[in-house]
């Protein structure tokens, strides 16, 4: 079955669409970013680091005093974390 007119018109909108999103052309005089590493490669490099996915529950505010510190620190939240809790079961080995 043939498409009809509208539809044509839509799947090419629906293709420029995708197309101008996963363009690396500048925009406002700022290059492009770099493209994020997919899932399986970003675990990866993780594991070569000797990294491991930790989760657990915060409190908003203490989240919201992290995010502000790890703005500023050079090796961004996991870092801070890092540092942070090294510090801190130093202090409980005294």
Known sequence: ???KKFDLEKNK???LANDLKKSSAER???P???PALDRRT???LDQEQGLVPFA???NADLVA???ERAATHPEGMTGLLTDVLQR???GDAK
């Open 88 to 90: 801190g079961l130093a």
């Open 13 to 15: 909108a629906l293709k």
């Open 32 to 34: 492009a970013a770099q």
């Open 28 to 30: 406002f005089g700022k």
């Open 56 to 58: 657990c529950k915060l």
């Open 1 to 3: 079955m043939a498409m």
């Open 42 to 44: 970003q675990r990866k």
């Open 65 to 67: 005093q992290l995010k």
